[in-house]
């Protein structure tokens, strides 16, 4: 479980401007297993929350902790995704899965194993050679996912992963993440800039005040899953995301 208490979170001014509160007090909690998106106005903090989640940033107040523990720094029980892929372009596919592996300390033999399996489960079978340069978009992003899941994280940190991709193989990479998350059973938080995929993928959507971020709204999903092919013409579907719509154009009727 994650549970973020009275998070805050402000940085330095440059060039003699004053500093610049990013989050502004926020309480949240995800339970085991969950995906949860972070959605809000661009610049308001999802980013942020989600690298202190990571510990690759400390908060300035509050408590963040996972299963009772205070996050201190980054963890083996973090993955971290990230939208620029971050894969290392001297390593082909197999290597950039299997590097957490290998910094771990496994033998070739397992690592090379699991990593085998990911890149299959992921759609990369046959790419295993191939370098980042050799690969789209989509599959960059395919094989960072796969490198996150190499290390059975409990919990996947996804920050706008799929926001570079275009829109075919977004929402296939979208597919892929929910039926991979149902099988490993993780904990996701999602930040998105957009509505649809976060009525798409999310169990719940935390809806952030513009910054300094609060937590706005939390709205829960109530949508069949698996999601179904037919999800985007659901009335509850349509209905939600015009809503949340409502909510970040500032329309005083879509209130909570």
């Known amino acids: 479980m994650i549970d973020i208490r009275g998070c805050r979170k402000t940085f330095a001014g440059h060039d003699g401007q004053p500093p610049v509160p990013v989050i502004g007090g926020v309480d949240l909690t995800v339970a085991d297993h969950e995906f949860v998106c972070l959605l809000g106005p661009s610049g308001c903090g999802k980013t942020t929350l989600l690298r202190i ?3 690759l940033i400390p908060a300035d107040a509050g408590e963040v902790l996972i299963d009772g523990r205070p996050v201190l720094g980054p963890g083996p029980d973090r993955g971290v995704v990230f ?17 957490g592996l290998e910094l771990r300390g496994d033998p070739q033999e ?30 960059q992003q395919r094989v960072g996912l796969a490198r996150a899941l190499a290390v059975d994280p409990a919990t996947l940190l ?15 990479l979208q597919d892929d993440l929910l039926r991979l998350q149902h099988q490993h059973r993780k904990t996701v938080v999602f930040v998105t800039h957009s509505v649809d995929e976060a009525v798409r993928l999310g169990d719940r959507i935390v809806l952030l005040t513009p910054r300094p971020a609060r937590v706005a709204e939390v709205i829960a999903v109530d949508l069949p899953r698996p999601r179904p092919p037919s999800l985007g013409r659901l009335a509850r579907f349509v209905e939600i995301k015009e809503h949340l719509w409502g909510r970040l154009m500032g329309d005083p009727e879509a209130r909570s």
């Open 53 to 55: 989640l990571a510990g």
């Open 83 to 99: 939208q620029d892929f971050a894969l290392l372009p001297w390593a082909d596919v197999l290597q950039n899965v299997a590097f």
């Open 110 to 139: 397992a690592r090379e194993t699991r990593a085998r399996a990911l890149i299959q489960a992921v759609g990369l079978a046959g790419f295993e050679h191939h370098y980042p340069r050799q690969l789209s978009g989509g599959m």
């Open 158 to 172: 996804m920050d706008e992963p799929f926001g570079s991709i275009d829109a075919q193989a977004r929402r296939s």
